[in-house]
């Protein structure tokens, strides 16, 4: 059974760009959230999408959007970048809820210079 | 808002001891309760966890304890080896919600040979 597929792994964007990344939940999974992570703040959560549906959202500002498909597959969007946005970006999966069965992927490393 | 407390942000400790991290939480119908470790450079992967119908969980050499009345809960690592350097998150569910986790800010175990 396949994991959590996230794409790309690195990427290094200027000031200003746009960056999308991708996540591709375990097969059966609906739910699909995502997360910033930098040192010392943990695991700072962005939003959660469930069958299509924006489900949750944390406190980020609207430059942080996302959108999930049929397929449940998720992408998410960060505009005007800008040189705090550099972290790791996680996403976790799971058939419905966090609290069962909730898997995370190996991340997008994003570096704003 | 709902938050989750994680104590020690940083612990070092001699191959073979224990190490114990605590996390208290603020809301009162949190039911569930698992432990992510994260190892340098790859994903969170659940290690553990407990929910509220049981005090201690144990799976060989990691322990999980719950005290509902006092909203805390502990990780136990015994007899501790080089590989179990990492850093490690709690989480507690938020009651009334789609089982939604909010995360400790993460503890970075260090096991010294």
């Known amino acids: 059974k396949a994991g959590v597929t996230q794409t790309p792994r690195y990427l290094i964007k200027t000031r200003g760009q746009q960056v999308t990344l991708s996540c591709s939940p375990i097969?059966?999974?609906?739910?699909v959230s995502w997360y910033q992570q930098t040192p010392g703040q943990g695991l700072q959560f962005l939003f959660e999408?469930?069958?299509?549906?924006?489900?949750n959202k944390g406190n980020f500002p609207g430059r942080f959007s996302g959108r999930q498909f049929s397929n449940s597959r998720s992408e998410m969007n960060v505009s005007t970048l800008e040189l705090g946005d550099s972290a790791l970006y996680l996403c976790?999966?799971?058939?419905?809820?966090?609290?069962?069965?909730?898997?995370f992927g190996s991340g997008t490393r994003l570096t704003v210079v | 808002g709902e938050n989750v407390e994680q104590h020690p942000s940083t612990l070092s400790v001699q191959e073979g001891d224990s190490a114990v991290i605590k996390c208290t939480y603020s809301d009162s119908a949190s039911n569930y309760f698992p432990w992510y470790k994260q190892e340098l450079g790859k994903r969170p992967q659940l290690i553990i966890d407990i929910r509220s119908n049981v005090g201690e969980k144990k799976d060989q050499r990691i322990a999980v304890t719950l005290n509902k009345t006092a909203k805390h809960f502990s990780l136990h690592i015994t007899e501790t080896q080089p590989e179990d350097s990492a850093v490690y998150f709690c989480a507690a569910s938020i009651g009334g919600s789609q089982g939604n986790l909010i995360f400790g800010k993460g503890t970075k175990l260090s096991v010294k040979p």
């Open positions: 999408y469930f069958s299509e549906t924006q489900r």
């Open positions: 976790a999966s799971s058939p419905q809820r966090q609290d069962y069965g909730y898997t």
């Open positions: 097969s059966g999974h609906r739910s």
